[in-house]
């Protein structure tokens, strides 16, 4: 029996326009009605999640940040996994050499050396998702979701590293180089308390070990009496894997690569077809059968 559904934002909840689709909302809807704990589990901020689940007034918990940070549905903390700051230093040293852009994602914010960079990147990575976007709506809607997801412009990110009491939650990693971007990716896997994955095109999102997806779910699901074993997980890409490995019924968006779709136990729509609310009502409606 299914009691819990953690589901993605980006290629998942969110359609090509980064809105959550009418038949998603009120499938969330559905299943919460009917007592089914239902759990925000993205790359994304806090405050970015928000952005989107405010605009249909959903209320949910949020697995933020890939994990790194748990939040309930008004945004208290009860559960978090950062990274060391020795940590965080070895991978901006690694980069800075390398000329590789990055965002820092942290309890105050994320922090950019290059905003218009920032935007650049996002647009991009939208734009290669999906082509036959408008680019000058992209635009827009990249800039929306950097200004809520306090984004701050900083010279140098070892300005930041000499900052007390501060929390790093992720750092996200951006190059249409992806034979760069595999460089970089199997140097900073060589950190053994530091967990490499990616969310999309172009992208590398590095965090501690254990601030994955699964990880932070079972934390959330154990204070509700809740197994992993009565939980669903709803994602496309490959930061969603720790949580496809551990819940009983692992959904694979449409959109979703062929290495994801494969260790799923389902494949649903795209997320351009609600492919969520497919799920959700599919998995309802077999227990309501039973």
Do not use: W
């Not at 949020?62 to 950062?82: F, P, Y």
């Not at 980069?95 to 852009?101: A, D």
């Not at 965002?103 to 990147?121: L, M, Q, R, V």
């Amino acid at each position: 029996m299914i009691k819990a559904i953690a589901i993605d934002m980006d290629g998942t909840l969110l359609n090509k326009n980064q809105k959550v689709s009418k038949e998603n909302k009120e499938a969330i809807e559905r299943a919460q009605a009917e007592g089914v704990e239902v759990i925000i589990a993205t790359g994304r901020s806090y405050q970015e999640a928000r952005f989107a689940l405010d605009e249909t007034n959903l209320e949910c918990p949020v697995i933020g940040v890939n994990g790194a940070v748990i939040l309930t549905k008004s945004g208290e903390i009860t559960a978090s996994n950062t990274m060391d700051k020795n940590d965080v230093k070895q991978v901006v040293d690694y980069l800075e050499q390398k000329h590789i852009y990055f965002e820092i994602y942290t309890n105050e914010g994320t922090y950019s050396k290059n905003y218009e960079k920032s935007e650049a990147a996002l647009v991009d990575v939208y734009v290669t998702a999906n082509p036959d976007i408008d680019p000058v709506e992209i635009t827009q809607i990249v800039h929306n979701r950097l200004s809520l997801g306090q984004v701050k412009t900083i010279p140098s990110y070892y300005d930041l590293l000499s900052k007390d009491n501060l929390s790093y939650y992720k750092i996200l990693i951006f190059s249409n180089n992806l034979e760069l971007l595999g460089e970089a990716g199997g140097e900073l896997k060589q950190i053994e308390s530091l967990a490499v994955t990616s969310s999309g095109h172009g992208n590398l999102e590095i965090s501690h070990a254990q601030a994955q997806k699964g990880i932070a779910l079972e934390i959330y699901l154990q204070e509700k009496g809740i197994t992993l074993n009565e939980a669903m997980a709803i994602g496309d890409n490959f930061n969603d894997m720790s949580m496809f490995e551990r819940v009983g019924r692992a959904v694979a968006m449409g959109n979703a690569p062929e290495e994801i779709k494969k260790i799923c136990h389902l494949t649903t729509g795209i997320n351009d077809e609600s492919g969520v609310a497919q799920a959700i009502h599919a998995a309802l409606n077999e227990q309501a059968v039973k």
